[in-house]
């Protein structure tokens, strides 16, 4: 499916957590003969269907949906894998005359893919991941940040201090190959035409949409999905159980925090994410056209995509 334009088109849906991108994304794929491929970092475990919101079975139904339930909980998956596997299905859909749309709330994953960064292929060190860790345990986030931040000032520039996961990643790098992170990650940007649509909705009116569907997760069963990875032997330090509410629902398992607590402290992460993912898009913009889901109709995001597809 190359349309008029001199490259295979990649259609690509971001926006922030609850902003709806999942039926918006099975609806142009089922009018625009599209597949979609996930980019939600945590969409790719197994187990974990209620807490990262991963469309339900009926959903998948609908339309061929790629690159969720790969991995089981206690795998590591790097930026550089997502990415190959991304370009991968991308081609595999075109080789199939149909439209790839990447959906998903990572910014990093998507940015990764149509910007065509070289990511740095280094394997995982566990022994220096685990001093970093402990330093940042110990001294605090920030005070990681700043080591990082001494031997690769643009690299830190990319990362929130408080995201120690990254910081720890970016600084194993250095520390294994002698050069800065921001350096090893150029971009190639890869041949396909694309275009971003992404999806907001007023802050206040999000929040308290992220705010409902924690609560109908909660009822759903998220707390025992948690339970049940636990009882399985997942490690509550791997890198799967950072996805947002699964540590404080893990917290209230140990008795470390109450049930309403946890559901609180869910609220407050979730809104800083939803804060970081659009500072992620806005300085990822790639000519994005944005539309308020408030006011946009179905039918007026499959005619944007038609009317791109035919340019």
């Known amino acids: 499916m190359a349309g008029n334009g001199q490259h295979p088109p990649l259609l690509v849906i971001w926006g922030a957590t609850a902003v709806g991108k999942t039926d918006a994304a099975i609806q142009l794929a089922r009018a625009l003969d599209g597949e979609i491929i996930g980019a939600d970092s945590r969409q790719l475990y197994r187990h974990m269907d209620i807490g990262t919101a991963k469309p339900t079975r009926d959903q998948q139904a609908q339309a061929p949906h790629h690159l969720i339930d790969l991995l089981e909980p206690d795998q590591s998956f790097g930026l550089a894998e997502y990415q190959a596997l991304a370009y991968a299905t991308i081609d595999a859909i075109h080789a199939c005359a149909r439209l790839p749309i990447l959906v998903g709330g ?8 149509i910007e065509g960064w070289s990511i740095p292929e280094v394997p995982p060190n566990p022994d220096l991941r685990a001093e970093l860790e402990a330093f940042a345990h110990e001294h605090g986030a920030p005070a990681l940040h700043a080591r990082l931040h001494a031997v690769d000032p643009a690299g830190a520039a990319l990362m929130e201090p408080q995201n120690v996961r990254r910081v720890v990643r970016a600084l194993e790098v250095y520390m294994e190959t002698g050069a800065p992170f921001s350096d090893q990650r150029r971009q190639q940007p890869p041949p396909y035409r694309t275009r971003v649509i992404g999806l907001t909705l007023d802050r206040d009116a999000l ?3 992220a705010d409902a569907r924690i609560d109908h997760m909660l009822a759903a069963g998220w707390l025992d999905e948690v339970r049940a990875l636990l009882a399985a032997g997942v490690d509550p330090r791997a890198p799967s159980m950072s996805a ?11 008795g470390e925090l109450s049930l309403a607590d946890a559901q609180a402290a869910i609220r407050k992460a979730t809104r800083t994410f939803i ?37």
């Open 106 to 113: 990572t910014g990093q994953y998507i940015t990764a893919v």
């Open 207 to 209: 929040y308290q949409r």
């Open 244 to 254: 947002l509410g699964y540590p404080q629902l893990a917290a209230h398992l140990r």
């Open 275 to 311: 804060r970081r993912q659009f500072a992620w898009f806005r300085g990822h913009d790639h000519g994005a056209r944005w539309f308020d889901v408030t006011t946009t109709t179905t039918p007026m995001l499959i005619d944007h995509a038609g009317a791109w597809l035919a340019e």
